[in-house]
């Protein structure tokens, strides 16, 4: 299978992290597939739907625990796939529409976020968020812009430090910000009153996926009785855990730990990019369609995803009645 340059350069940019938080990620594969299917060269519509799901593979490996990246592939390759034409034009217009709906859905739903988020955040309120989530940010903005005087403060978010995304991009907005270490979340707690985060995936039993270290901050504020939030879209919803599948939790190089430090020869070093957080900690995750329980993740991925479960269940289990 020939790779096009531009779509090899989009894999890249996700597997180094040049591109990097869910909601980006899955829009930068979407405009990967839609990049492929306009350069296509073949004249076979059988061949280009081959060649199509071959990208959206290739795109897919790229990093295993954000569910938005394959949600976005399949949603695509979906359309795709159930198109009954075999005219090749009709079906790279099929993929680029798609993509582009994707695209289009996933800004719109982070800004609808915001709105709905800000809701929950008061006047006054100082408000925490760890690494560097367009979702949980979107939900700070709106409640700033709509005049709530609030304060945050973010972690720096070892070992990539996306903190300072964050930090620089609340300063530019004109929102006051501490930022502090991971370490010390605790010792800051008792000064919050909302936490928000965002998620690579929610399960369907409610569990939510993010940064390494969001478990350890939902722990200390369940502890001081601090609101805990995430901001999730719902192509953050994994319909494949309904189906029994784990997640898997990315394990990234120690040399991202230890950078240019002098270290013991042979010393082990485990670098693990994400956490699991479990339902109970979380108070209500916040999605484009409304604030939800955690433990009503299963519904959404029933209305969402209703037909991904479907396929599986007929192609790969021979049930038709999902
Ligand atoms: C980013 C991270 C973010 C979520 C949600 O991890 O954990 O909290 O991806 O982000 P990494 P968003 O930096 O390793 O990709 O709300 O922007 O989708």
Redo the contacts with the bound molecule.
């Keep these: 299978m020939k790779i096009l340059y531009e779509v090899s350069r989009i894999a890249e940019d996700i597997r180094t992290?040049r591109i990097?938080?869910?909601?980006?990620?899955?829009r930068a594969a979407a405009l990967g597939l839609k990049i492929a299917a306009e350069k296509f060269e073949g004249k076979d519509g059988e061949e280009f739907r081959r060649y199509i799901k071959d990208v959206a593979e290739y795109l897919r490996s790229t990093?295993p625990t954000?569910v938005?990246l394959p949600n976005a592939l399949t949603f695509i390759v979906h359309r795709l796939m159930i198109s009954p034409s075999e005219d090749l034009e009709e079906l790279r217009s099929t993929v680029v529409k798609s993509a582009e709906e994707f695209i289009e859905y996933s800004k719109k739903a982070?800004e609808n976020i915001g709105k709905i988020g800000a809701k929950r955040i008061e006047d006054g309120d100082k408000v925490l968020t760890?690494?560097?989530?367009?979702?949980?940010?979107s939900v700070i903005i709106h409640a700033f812009k709509e005049g709530k005087d609030i304060k945050v403060y973010n972690t720096e978010?070892r070992p990539?430090f996306?903190g300072y995304i964050t930090a620089r991009k609340l300063l530019n907005i004109g929102i006051k910000t501490t930022l502090i270490p991971d370490s010390s979340v605790r010792a800051f707690m008792k000064k919050i009153d909302k936490v928000i985060?965002?998620?690579?995936t929610v399960a369907a039993n409610g569990v939510v996926v993010?940064?390494i270290g969001?478990s350890q901050i939902a722990l200390a504020a369940k502890e001081a009785n601090v609101d805990f939030y995430v901001?999730?879209?719902t192509y953050?919803f994994s319909p494949m855990t309904v189906l029994g599948e784990y997640i898997v939790i990315?394990e990234r190089s120690p040399k991202e730990i230890v950078r240019n430090m002098k270290i013991p020869e042979n010393i082990n070093i485990r670098n693990p990019?994400?956490d699991v957080t479990p339902a109970e900690y979380i108070d209500a995750i916040i999605t484009e369609m409304g604030i939800i329980p955690p433990q009503a993740a299963i519904l959404i991925l029933k209305e969402h995803y209703g037909w991904a479960i479907r396929d599986y269940l007929i192609r790969e289990l021979s049930i038709d009645e999902a």
């Design positions: 992290m990097r938080g869910a909601g980006r990620i899955a990093r954000a938005s982070t760890h690494c560097n989530s367009s979702a949980a940010l978010t990539k996306q985060v965002g998620a690579d993010n940064k969001t901001a999730a879209e953050k990315e990019a994400f």
